[in-house]
């Protein structure tokens, strides 16, 4: 292969690349809208995917749990003070033992609230200054090697030009026209 030939190859493949990529984007925002509303409407997290009748995976709104966030330094380091006084360090600038409140947010996040059971006293506390915040849900698209295989030689044998082919010729002209 000549330089020449190389050069537009590569002029080929990253054009067709850019505009995989935007489509990939708008089909992913797409696919997660529309299981947001799945779930909304059915509980349906889940679908399967198949090219002309074959299996090749799944899509699935990963719900993910809530993480304790802290929301308040100040409130939280006063009450640590009060109750957990060793788990504070005293320097230049004073901070919780980061060990410690990893160790905190677990628990919280494992109770759901944020609330601490002191292991000593068994006294359960209010904890100031953590929230539970939920974390967004997203999308995981499943493809086994087998689906992988079979969108392979849907794509060689030219399949798989009505669904995606259009999509790219679209966008790249909508670039060229704005450029």
């Keep these: 292969m000549s330089l020449k030939d190389t050069a537009t190859r590569v002029a080929i493949l990253d054009t067709l690349s850019r505009n995989i990529t935007t489509e990939l984007k708008k089909a992913k925002a797409e696919l997660e809208t529309g299981l947001r509303a799945a779930k909304d409407e059915t509980g349906t997290q889940t679908i399967a995917v198949d090219l002309d009748g074959t299996d090749i ?43 410690w409140l990893a160790q905190l947010k677990k628990q919280i996040e494992a109770v759901g609230r944020p609330e601490w059971a002191d292991p000593e006293t068994g006294v359960i506390h209010e904890v100031p200054g953590v929230e539970l915040v939920g974390r967004a ?42 450029s």
């Design 57 to 99: 995976g799944k899509a699935t709104l990963v719900q993910q749990k809530p993480a304790a966030t802290v929301t308040d330094e100040t409130a939280l380091l006063a009450w640590v003070r009060d109750v957990a006084k060793s788990e504070v360090t005293v320097r230049v600038v004073t901070e919780i033992r980061p060990a």
């Design 137 to 178: 849900a997203h999308t995981r698209l499943t493809v086994p090697e087998e689906g992988r295989a079979a969108i392979g030689e849907a794509w060689r044998s030219g399949a798989l030009a009505a669904v995606v082919m259009p999509e790219l010729t679209a966008s790249q002209q909508e670039q060229e026209v704005s």
